[in-house]
C-alpha cells in the first residue's frame, strides 16, 4: 500500500506578504492589486476570508466588503522563491515529490517511511519545517493515494493536519458533495443532481452500471473516487516532461533510405538536447503521420535511462517497424524521450542503460565540438549521404 502526503499552504500569497511584513501579520491581507482597480483577488488572508472575500473575486467587490483590508500588489517572482524553499524540504524526505503549483505538492513517502518514520510523522516534521524555517503555514493531508490525501489537505484548513485510512475513506466521504470528486465541475455536478445524485454518499449506493450507462467511461471514474480508489502515480516534474524533434516533410514519401537518415537525425538531436539538460530518458516514443493525417505513436521504456543516440536509435527504428512504416507514405516523422531523470556526468554510467565509459566520453566531445563551432560541424558518415535531399530547414 502507497504512503502519500499532499502539502498545500494556507493562504499562500497573502502568508508570504504577511511573512515579509510583520505589521500585516493578523490582519485582513488581500492580494491582487489596488481595490479601485480593475481585476481579481489571486487570494487573501484568513482575517480577510471573515468579510467574504474570496480568490478570483473582483478587487472593486472586496474593497467593499472589507474597506479596512491591506491591498497589495502581486509579487510572483517573491512567492516563486519561497515555493523553492518549500519544494527543496519536500525534497529531502523523497525524490518523489509532484508539484502541482507554488504552494503544493504530493509526495510519495512509501520507499521513505523505513529512514524517517510513519508517513504521519514525515508530514508532522514537513509542517514543523516549514513554520520553523520559512515561518509560514501549511495544510498536510496523508493517505494511500493522491485523490484522498488531496482531500485529506483541504478538510481542516488552516494548519490542518489530517489522516484518512484505507476502512474510513469510504465514510469520510459519503456525507460530501459530489463537485469534491476529481472532474465533477458545475456542469457535471448540475448533471448529477438532476440524477438524484448530491453527496458521494449518493454516487456510493449506485451499481457502477448505472453510472457506466448514463456517463460512460467517466462514470467509472467516479465510481471508483467515490469509494476511495485511485492509483495514480505520484509523477516528478522531471517524469512528465518530455525532449522530443519532430520533422514534417516538404513532400509524403516512402522512401526507406531518407526516412531512417531522418530518424537517425533526430536521435541524435534528442540526445544532445538530453546532453545539455543534464537528464536522460527512460521511455522512447516515435510519431508518425502518414498521407492521410493518421497519427500512429509507439512507445517502450528502457531497463534504464539513456542519452545515448545509438541507444535511442536502436528502439526508435524497432519502433518504427513495429508500426510498418516501410508500407506507408509518411509526412512527419518524431522521436522523444519521456521518465527523465537528473543525470551527473560522474555517475551516469552507473546506472544508465549504456556502461560504455569510451561511448559517453565520446559524446561529450562531440557535444564540445558541437557547441563551439554549430551543430553541422561534425557529423555521421550515414547522415552525410543520405540528407543531401533534405533541406537543410527540415532536417530536424
Ligand atoms: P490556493 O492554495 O487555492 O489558495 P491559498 O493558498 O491562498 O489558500 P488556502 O489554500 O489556504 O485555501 O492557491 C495558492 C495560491 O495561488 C494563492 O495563494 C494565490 C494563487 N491563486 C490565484 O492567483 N488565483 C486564484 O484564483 C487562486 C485560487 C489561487
Ligand atoms: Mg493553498
Redesign the pocket.
Known sequence: MRRIIHV???????SVEQRDHPAYRGKPVI?GGDPHSRG?V??CSYEARKFGVR??MPLREAGRLCPHGIFLPVRMGRYQEISGAIMAILREYTPLVEPL????AFLDVTGSEKLFGPAEQIAAEIVGRIDRQLGLSA?VGVAHNKFLAKLASDLQ??KGFVVINQEEARSVLAPLPVSRLWGVGPKTEEYLRKMGLVTIGDIQRLPVESLRRNLGAAGEDLHRLAHGIDDRPVVTEEEAKSIGHEVTFPEDTDDRDFLESVLLDLCIRVARRLRKEGVAGRTVTVKLRDTDFVTITRRRTLAGPTDFEETIYDHALALAQEANWAKKRLRLVGVSLSSLQKTGLKQLSLFTEEKNEDLHRLHETIDLIKDRFGEDAITRGRLLRKSRGIPAEHRG
Not at 503549483?101 to 503544493?104: H, M, R
Open positions: 498545500d499552504m494556507d493562504a499562500f500569497y497573502a492580494v481579481v489571486s487570494t480568490s478570483a503549483s507554488l504552494d503544493e495544510s484548513k488552516p
